[in-house]
């Protein structure tokens, strides 16, 4: 039985919250998204659900648990990963809390195939993550929003994500599937690069154990905005062990102005898989939290953005071999300026107000290598250990070199190393504990009230 779930044909594969002036009144929770995890059971099939009618299929996901920081941020009702499990800039104090989404996702969705003819049929797929913690819908700019102006010690947990309020701020596709000829959706895809570092990390995109699943920043060719696409068009193949996909986004959107596209290939054979993505992003965003400053002068929802033209290329692999696994990989970054700079005053994602911008924040290229790596192993059919490491690397990008903690700009490196025990009691029902460790230095320390955190956590998960 594998241990890792390979993507499916047409996968396109990281509440209510109360109304504040200036913003918008955020919906019910109601859609669908794939799972896509490096987990030891299998997908369930339509056929097997008793919550698929006429080839549309209800799923779901509700993970919950208590994780502790040694030096943490409080809860946040809003951003999914919900506590700072990684080392953060305003990661202050020990915290004990309620803890969301430990090992994947919590989420709602639908998806569906209707056949056309007898080799092309209609496909969607609609997903909602939310908040188990809070009921609402996952909207991490939201959660920056809260922290705008305040010192770092008085902020609570927060970061960037493309999960920012929206209905469906899973994936939101549509298209056609056909055997011979693959798949072709439209709309609100994953990446490519987040469909294999979900297949490739050996925690499966994990935000209590894996630095990848939680940050996104690998997910989205440097800017976890950018991990799904608005308003893009994806294809995917696969015949006889050999797959391939592009992925191509027009953009000038609000919320993603610069066009993007990624192009991957891969294979597998015998236990063996092994895919390469190349990827480019003109204009991506990051969002971040107003200054005092800014604060004092901007609208209280709005935010502040970096931009910048990034390109990637990526190398992952994994082997199998009886109850063995191991996963590896590693992706090049490099940030530059952006070619065509923006100006503020506009909507960003999920429509919050960008009111201020920085077009020159990379005086230089910056380069992020980051590479990770990982063993499973399933002692029985229902209880698997996982133990994994990540690292990140990143140039001096200044107009001087720098090699400690001054600037952003002087170089630096990002570690954590996590373990993680998972049992099923059932088929749909699990329990998991484990913990990570991580440190930061360098110009990746540069603000930060301290540079290291022990995070472990114990969490319950269904998924149908």
């Known amino acids: ?33 794939a799972l896509l995890t490096c987990a030891p059971i299998a997908t369930i099939s339509a056929a097997d659900s008793a919550l698929t009618w006429n080839g549309i299929t209800l799923y779901g996901a509700f993970d919950i648990g208590v994780s502790y920081q040694s030096h943490g941020a409080p809860l946040s009702q ?51 993550g939310f908040d188990p913690q809070s009921g609402n819908l996952a909207d ?27 209905l469906f701020n899973g994936v939101a596709v549509a298209g056609l599937s056909s055997p011979m000829w693959g798949t072709a959706t439209l709309g609100r895809n994953n990446t490519l690069l987040l469909d294999n570092i979900l297949k490739y990390d050996p925690m499966g995109g994990s935000y209590a154990f894996s630095v990848i699943g939680l940050s996104g920043v690998v997910a989205g060719m440097g800017d976890t905005e950018d991990a799904r696409l608005d308003g893009s068009l994806k294809y ?15 953009g000038k959107t ?39 400053a800014q604060a004092a002068t901007a609208p209280h929802d709005s935010l ?50 960008v009111s201020f911008t920085n077009n020159a924040a990379f005086p230089k290229p910056k380069v992020l290598q980051a590479s990770w790596g990982g063993l499973k192993y399933l002692i029985t059919p ?52 484990g913990v990570m460790y991580s440190k930061v230095a360098g110009g990746q320390a540069s603000g930060y009230l301290h540079d290291s955190n022990v995070s472990p956590m114990v969490g319950m998960r269904l998924r149908f």
């Open 140 to 166: 991490a700019l939201a959660s920056l929003t809260h922290n705008n102006g305040k010192p770092l010690a008085n902020q609570t947990s927060a970061g960037d994500s493309s999960r920012a309020g929206q």
């Open 78 to 128: 809003d951003w999914m990963v919900g506590v700072q499990y990684l080392i953060d800039k305003k990661g202050d104090k020990s915290v004990t809390s309620v803890a969301p989404n430990g090992l994947s996702q919590s989420k709602i969705g639908l998806r569906g195939k209707e056949a056309l003819t007898d080799d092309l049929s209609f496909v969607f797929d609609v997903e909602a």
């Open 1 to 33: 039985m594998s241990l890792c779930l390979r993507n499916v044909p047409f996968q396109s594969a990281l509440c209510a919250a109360p109304f504040r002036p200036g913003t918008r009144r955020n919906l019910l929770p109601i859609g669908i998204g």
């Open 382 to 433: 229902d209880f698997d250990i996982t133990a994994a490491i990540y690292h990140y690397d990143q140039n001096s990008y200044g107009l001087k070199h720098c090699s400690d903690t001054s600037a952003a700009t002087c170089s630096g490196n990002y570690n954590a190393y996590s373990a993680m025990a998972d049992y099923r009691l059932s088929k749909r029902f699990d329990v998991y504990g």
């Open 304 to 353: 502040v953005g970096t931009i910048s033209d990034n390109t990637s290329y990526t190398l992952a692999g994994s082997y199998k071999a009886g109850p063995w696994k191991v996963c590896l990989g590693y992706e090049h970054i490099k940030y530059e300026n952006p070619s065509n700079p923006l100006e503020a005053g506009f909507s960003g994602l999920g429509g919050y107000l």
């Open 254 to 292: 609000d919320s993603s102005p610069g066009k993007a596209w990624q192009g991957n290939v891969g294979f597998e054979y015998e236990g063996f898989s092994v895919d390469g993505i190349y990827g480019h992003k003109d204009d991506a965003i990051a969002a971040a939290s107003l200054s005092a």
């Open 236 to 250: 995917l193949y696969s015949a006889e062990g050999f797959h391939a996909g592009v992925l191509y986004q027009p």
